[in-house]
C-alpha cells in the first residue's frame, strides 16, 4: 500500500508538471502568433517623389523646398517623401518639360518661361503691382484659383503653389540718385528682360537687357551707369552690390518675378486620395506664404548690409512714379487683350490681386 501511495503521488507529479509544460508551450505559441500577425498587419507603401532645385544652394528656395517636404512627410504620416537631386538637372527653362517626360517629379519655374503656355500667369508681374512677397504670393495663388484655373489651368503637370520673389526698383551706380524721368534717361541702364525693359523702351530708352546672372559684369564694366528690375538680394549675389550707391524705392516694384511649384501629372494621379488631400493642404497658401516670407526676409538682410556699406536709399518722387506707371500702360493693353481671348477680365482679376495682397499688410 505505502508503495501504491507512492507511486501515486509521483505520477500526479509527473501529470502535474506535463500540464505545466503543455500551458507553457500553449502561451509560446500564442505569444508567437500575435507577433506574426503584428508582422502581417498591413503596411502603407512608401511614394518617393524627386524634386530639382535648380537654384543654387545660397539661394533661401532651398530651404523653403526642404521645409515644405518635412510637411509633406509629416502631413501623410510618412507615406510620401520628397527627395531632392544632387545637382541641378535642367536648364531653368526647360523645368516643366523636364517634370512632363519624367526626368523627375517636381519641380519649379519662373513664369517668365511659360509667356505662351501660361499668359496670364504674367499679369502679376506687370509693372507697380507688388509691394511684398509674402502678400503678393498668397493673393496670386487666390486669384489662380478664383479667375485663372477655371478659364486656363496651369499645363502639362499639377500645379501645387505659385509664389512671388521681392521686386526690383531703380539703382544708380553713380554718387547720383536716379529720381526723376530726366536722370533716368540721360543713363545707360540695365534692365531685366520684361516689364522693367518694356517700361525703359516705353520712355524711348534702348536698355542692356540681358539675364540677371549678368548684371554684375554689366556694372562692374561702366557699361551701364544704373540697373533695375532685380531686389537687393539678386543684385548682391550677381556682384552689382558692391558697386550700387543708392536704390530708388517706389510704393510698388518695377517688376516681380513669379514662380509656378508643380508636379508629375502620373505621379500625382498614382497618388491615394488621402495623401493628395494631406498634400494639398501643406500646400496652396500655405507654401506659397513659406516662399514669399523667405525672399522678403532676404530682401530686407541684403538691404540692411548694401546700407551698411553706404547704400543710400531714397523715396521716389511721387511725379517720377506717375510717369514710370504712365510708361507701362502699353503693358497692360497687351494683357487686356490676353485676358478678352481667354474670358478673363483681367482689370477685375488686378483689382482683386491688388485688394487682397494689400489686405494683409
Excluded at 508503495?3 to 508538471?17: D, F, M, Q
Aim: charged share 20%; hydrophobic share 45%.
Amino acid at each position: 500500500m505505502r508503495g501504491s501511495r507512492v507511486r501515486t503521488t509521483k505520477n500526479t507529479r509527473l501529470h502535474k508538471a506535463g500540464e505545466g509544460d503543455t500551458m507553457f508551450i500553449k502561451k509560446i505559441a500564442i505569444a508567437a502568433t500575435l507577433a506574426l500577425a503584428a508582422n502581417m498587419a498591413p503596411v502603407h507603401a512608401e511614394t518617393t517623389l524627386l524634386f530639382n532645385v535648380f537654384v543654387p544652394r545660397s539661394n533661401n528656395f532651398h530651404k523653403v523646398a526642404e521645409q515644405w517636404a518635412n510637411d509633406v512627410k509629416t502631413a501623410t504620416n510618412g507615406e510620401v517623401i520628397i527627395n531632392f537631386t544632387a545637382g541641378n538637372m535642367a536648364p531653368p527653362p526647360e523645368q516643366l518639360e523636364a517634370v512632363k517626360s519624367g526626368v523627375f517629379d517636381i519641380a519649379f519655374i519662373a513664369n517668365i518661361f511659360l509667356k505662351n503656355k501660361a499668359p496670364l500667369l504674367q499679369a502679376t508681374m506687370l509693372p507697380w503691382l507688388v509691394n511684398k512677397s509674402e502678400n503678393a504670393s498668397v493673393a496670386l495663388w487666390n486669384i489662380y484659383k478664383q479667375h485663372i484655373e477655371p478659364k486656363a489651368p496651369f499645363p502639362d503637370a499639377h500645379l501645387l503653389t505659385l509664389f512671388h520673389w521681392e521686386g526690383g526698383h531703380v539703382a544708380s551706380i553713380t554718387d547720383t540718385a536716379i529720381n526723376s524721368i530726366d536722370e533716368l534717361k540721360s543713363r545707360k541702364m540695365w534692365a531685366l528682360p520684361g516689364p522693367p525693359a518694356d517700361t525703359l523702351k516705353t520712355l524711348g530708352m534702348s536698355p542692356v537687357a540681358t539675364p540677371a546672372i549678368q548684371v554684375g559684369e554689366m556694372v562692374s564694366r561702366k557699361i551701364v551707369s544704373g540697373y533695375t528690375g532685380i531686389a537687393p538680394e539678386i543684385a548682391r549675389d550677381f556682384k552689382a552690390g558692391s558697386y550700387t550707391k543708392s536704390i530708388t524705392r517706389f510704393p510698388r516694384s518695377i517688376t516681380s518675378t513669379s514662380f509656378s511649384v508643380f508636379i508629375n501629372k502620373d505621379k500625382w494621379n498614382a497618388l491615394s486620395q488621402k495623401n493628395k488631400d494631406a498634400i494639398s493642404s501643406v500646400s496652396g497658401e500655405h507654401f506659397a506664404a513659406m516662399a514669399g516670407a523667405a525672399s522678403n526676409r532676404e530682401m530686407q538682410a541684403a538691404l540692411d548690409e548694401m546700407t551698411k556699406h553706404g547704400v543710400k536709399v531714397v523715396q521716389a518722387d511721387p511725379k517720377f512714379y506717375e510717369a514710370l506707371q504712365a510708361a507701362a500702360t502699353p503693358q497692360f493693353d497687351a494683357m487686356r487683350e490676353e485676358g478678352k481671348r481667354l474670358g478673363v477680365d483681367i482689370d477685375a482679376m488686378l483689382a482683386d490681386f491688388i485688394q487682397k495682397s494689400d489686405a494683409l499688410n
